[in-house]
């Protein structure tokens, strides 16, 4: 498609956030504002069919010439029916519905259709999906559970939990950001001033000849360049924040708006044809060796697109999201948030997530922030640049919002950690690494657990991780180098590691915890007890890491063996760890070879539930049709 042609009216979406009995919750963009109706349809053979207008629960934010999101949260006087199919179809002013502006959200020519389970006794989970990794997409298994499972409501998946990194706005590909500067250009997605950087706008940076794989160079200067590495990273050399990986680090809002756009629906593609730019031969090669993996992804979003349109899916970011190491340490913060231009690179992130992702998990909670984004997107200068000292506003009210977790009212419920925003900062030494969770976050984790029989935890960083990989984390941190290896896990603050393992040893929080996990980009099971406690609690730690991410096979096979030898159940050095009060004894996946407790393969996680909250099936499902891994065998 050329830039001349009619854009189509929805360019992304519609993606269900949220599907109970009184109340649903879709994304929808469109290329602009929509008036739209919704039509449901259940099968269980008794209710009736639904045509309901979206105009008074529909709050649509403008964000450029042809791109509008929509937000819709309505609220269903008549309760819709558990453990059937309930077809839907979302119909425009010109009385189109999704068979003729989406087909690909199509199942063998039916319309897209969801399941409001009465009991969320199966579910899928994953964390880190890149797009230019060269593994297959994990979310492809998701349409293929929900196309096999459309005639047996019961037996289908009641929620999708994306546990972080859903986007990666740090670490992005050559021919993805070209991607995203030709949408940009061909949505008029609006431009924005950049105080403190070396270029003066949005555009410019765009033209600017380190615009690809060059951004490290184009960091705000105090003195230098150096100076300003030295005060940021302690001197250490990494670009762009503290991400190895981002020379391609996404700058505006309109960037990370477009990457959301270019990573859920196949509809922008269609609209660009992005052109290399001009590089030298060693960046040219890189580039079109991307070019191979982004084409790859796009060609599968089709079937991603008709996936997160069929299932209620929750998110919570990582720290890719934003950028890697995102509030590592009291230091990195006070030198992050003490520039307008790095303030501003991690408050449009922000921004992004909270359209594309936060909005969807708590939609009054977050209206105030909304009608905010809503009225700085009526404030654009002549050359479509938004207004920045309105800019600077919403970033600062952004950035001192009170937390981004929540809990979900399921059964068993969910609850969902903010492990970025309200951290637990060192006084004494500002480089160490912070508590993922300060006291008073914690305090209320616990509320939310009292007198609760089981309960699920998603925790964007695994609560029990690997000892041997979290004893090299915190052998670089005394050494003054966090940085290098992410020093970020549950036990690298010894408050927040003290209070977590007590509340888990509470008499009135649950009796099950099921806690899901990602960032680490492989996957394992614990199952963890109280050393000479017979009665509860238990907890199952479950890591499912990458829906499109893979770790070094060959460094995570050593790692894994070392592990074993080193930190067996039985093993004395158990007790020199803070976790030594709790027997944490891993599950064998099904295809190890020689006892490896860690699998190493992009998919997404799948979880079976039992009615008092015990898991039954643990499975990673392959994203390379290899079937299923499970987690049935015990390492004692």
């Not at 001349?4 to 929805?10: G, R, Y």
């Not at 008549?78 to 002013?93: G, H, K, M, T, W």
């Not at 609006?190 to 270029?199: D, F, K, N, P, S």
């Not at 477009?258 to 509809?267: C, G, M, N, R």
Request: charged share 25%; net charge negative; hydrophobic share 40%.
């Amino acid at each position: 498609m050329n830039g001349t042609e009619p854009l189509p009216p929805v360019l992304a979406g519609p993606i269900l956030r949220q599907a109970r009995r009184d109340r649903l919750v879709l994304w929808l963009v469109g290329s602009a504002p929509l008036a739209l109706d919704l039509n449901l349809f259940p099968r269980d053979g008794q209710s009736a069919e639904r045509c309901l207008p979206l105009g008074d629960h529909c709050q649509r934010i403008v964000l450029g010439r042809h791109l509008c999101l929509h937000l819709i949260d309505l609220p269903l006087g008549e309760p819709l029916p558990e453990d059937c199919l309930i077809e839907y179809d979302l119909r425009l002013a010109s009385g189109q519905g999704i068979a003729a502006w989406a087909p690909h959200l199509l199942t063998d020519g039916q319309l897209p259709a969801f399941v409001i389970r009465s009991r969320l006794d199966r579910l899928l989970h994953g964390s880190c999906r890149k797009p230019h990794h060269p593994a297959a997409d994990g979310l492809l298994e998701v349409d293929r559970v929900l196309t096999q499972t459309r005639d047996r409501p019961t037996e289908r998946p009641g929620l999708l939990l994306m546990t972080g990194d859903q986007v990666y706005a740090d670490d992005v590909a050559g021919p993805m950001l070209a991607a995203i500067h030709a949408l940009i250009g061909r949505l008029g997605l609006y431009g924005e001033c950049l105080r403190g950087a070396v270029v003066d706008d949005s555009d410019a940076l765009y033209r600017h000849p380190a615009s690809y794989y060059g951004r490290e160079s184009l960091l705000p200067a105090f003195e230098s360049t150096e100076a300003l590495r030295e005060r940021f990273f302690g001197g250490v050399e990494k670009p762009v924040f503290t991400t190895s990986h981002g020379q391609n680090h996404l700058v505006t809002l309109g960037e990370v708006i477009a990457l959301y756009l270019l990573a859920w629906s196949p509809v922008p593609w269609s609209l660009i044809d992005p052109q290399p730019p001009e590089l030298p031969a060693e960046e040219a090669a890189r580039y079109a060796r991307e070019a191979i993996c982004v084409k790859r992804f796009s060609d599968g979003l089709p079937n991603v697109a008709r996936a997160l349109a069929q299932i209620p899916v929750a998110m919570i970011f990582d720290d890719h999201d934003i950028t890697d190491d995102w509030n590592l340490s009291a230091r990195w913060e006070e030198s992050a948030y003490g520039h307008p231009f790095s303030r501003r690179i991690i408050g449009n992130a922000l921004i992004a997530y909270l359209l594309c992702q936060g909005a969807g998990n708590e939609p009054e909670r977050y209206r105030p922030l909304l009608d905010r984004v809503a009225g700085l997107s009526g404030r654009v200068d002549a050359a479509g640049r938004l207004d920045c000292v309105a800019h600077d506003e919403l970033v600062d009210a952004v950035l001192a919002h009170p937390g981004w977790g929540y809990a979900l009212d399921t059964q068993p419920p969910v609850v969902v950690l903010d492990t970025r925003t309200r951290r637990w900062r060192s006084e004494s030494r500002l480089s160490r690494p912070s508590g993922l969770m300060d006291w008073e976050a914690l305090s209320e984790f616990q509320q939310a657990l009292l007198d609760k029989p089981s309960v699920i935890i998603v925790s964007p960083a695994p609560m029990f991780g690997v000892k041997l990989i979290e004893a090299i984390q915190r052998l670089f941190t005394w050494a003054g180098h966090p940085l290098l290896v992410d020093a970020e896990n549950w036990m690298a603050h010894r408050g927040a590691a003290h209070v977590m393992l007590n509340i888990f040893r509470h008499s009135r929080t649950p009796g099950r915890y099921v806690i899901l996990s990602g960032d680490v980009h492989y996957s394992f099971v614990y199952e963890i007890h109280l050393r000479g406690r017979r009665e509860g609690p238990r907890i199952w730690q479950i890591t499912s890491s990458g829906v499109k991410n893979e770790f070094p096979p060959r460094l995570l096979d050593w790692f894994d063996r070392l592990n074993r030898w080193l930190y067996s159940p039985r093993s004395p050095l158990n007790w020199m760890t803070k976790r030594r009060r709790l027997e944490v004894v891993p599950r064998i996946p099904d295809r190890s070879r020689a006892g490896e407790r860690l699998w190493n393969g992009a998919g997404i996680g799948w979880l079976e539930l039992d009615e008092a909250g015990t898991p039954v099936r643990i499975a990673q499902l392959n994203a390379d049709g290899s079937g299923p891994t499970l987690f049935s065998g015990t390492d004692r």
